[in-house]
């Protein structure tokens, strides 16, 4: 080996050897001489193609949650319209008893009476 091989090692970190090489690294990335390269601009559909899946990605979870909350509230509509539909047929079963009928014709003032005579069937002749 030559004297020079021997001192290469032991290169002084601003020449751009062994540990100048971090800075230079460094360096090359802070200025965007990076981007330069040829290894990386053969990449940069591939990147674009990243960068499209993500926004997919981040708009389907918009939807999604969007979703989400619409559907609780539809839950808590269909919750609370079911409940007024159970009181409004209720109310619509104790009104058309007949002691009610009776009672709110008399209300009324409509001048019907009960009456107390039970129907009879009429028998049909074939």
């Known amino acids: 080996m030559s004297e020079q091989e021997k001192t290469v090692e032991f290169v002084d970190a601003t020449s751009g050897r062994k540990d100048g ?20 601009t053969s990449q940069i559909p591939y990147i674009f193609f990243l960068a499209f899946l993500a926004i997919i990605y981040i708009a389907n979870r918009y939807r999604y949650e969007k979703l989400v909350k619409e559907v609780q509230t539809l ?3 269909v919750k609370n319209l079911r409940a007024e539909s159970i009181t409004t047929a209720s109310q619509l079963m104790f009104i058309s008893t007949q002691s009610q ?9 409509l001048g019907l009476e009960e009456s ?10 074939l």
């Open 21 to 40: 090489k971090r800075t230079n690294v460094i360096r090359n990335i802070l200025n965007g001489n990076v981007l330069n390269r040829e290894s990386v």
């Open 101 to 109: 009928v009776s009672r709110l014709v008399e209300e009324k003032g």
């Open 75 to 77: 839950q808590v509509e």
């Open 116 to 125: 107390v005579v039970p129907p009879k069937k009429i028998k049909a002749k």
